[in-house]
């Protein structure tokens, strides 16, 4: 069992940084983790991943360039430093805890879900 619980999420002004946080605990040992995000209205979508060593990352396309994950397995936690926000990454964020070692972009690939938490960017 993974149990996930994000915090940092907030209302910020379009151009602010953010950093997201994901505590994991349980079974966590060799899996990757990845960021999601559901806007109002619209399907939850991929942001970002990141395997357990860190040393493999995956990011949208929307958010390439603007937005890194990291990982400090010492302290159980996973990072999303968000940098040049803007209004369209508004949303409830989620990290997740993948199945196993193989993962992807695909929600399907992630069996164990955070509650979420909320950034509102304004214009």
């Known amino acids: 069992q993974v149990h996930l619980v994000e915090s940092g999420g907030g209302l910020v002004q379009a151009g602010d940084s953010l950093r997201l946080s994901c505590a994991v605990s349980?079974?966590?040992?060799?899996?990757?983790v990845g960021w999601f995000r559901q806007a109002p209205g619209k399907e939850r979508e991929f942001v970002a991943g990141?395997?357990?060593?860190?040393?493999?990352?995956l990011y949208a396309d929307s958010v390439k360039g603007r937005f890194t994950i990291s990982r400090d397995n010492a302290k159980n936690t996973v990072y999303l430093q968000m940098n040049s926000l803007k209004p369209e990454d508004t949303a409830v964020y989620y990290c997740a805890a993948a199945y196993g070692s193989n993962w992807s972009r695909q929600e399907k690939d992630f069996g164990s879900w955070g509650q979420g938490t909320q950034v509102t960017v304004s214009s």
């Open positions: 349980g079974r966590t040992l060799g899996r990757p």
């Open positions: 990141i395997n357990w060593s860190g040393s493999n990352t």
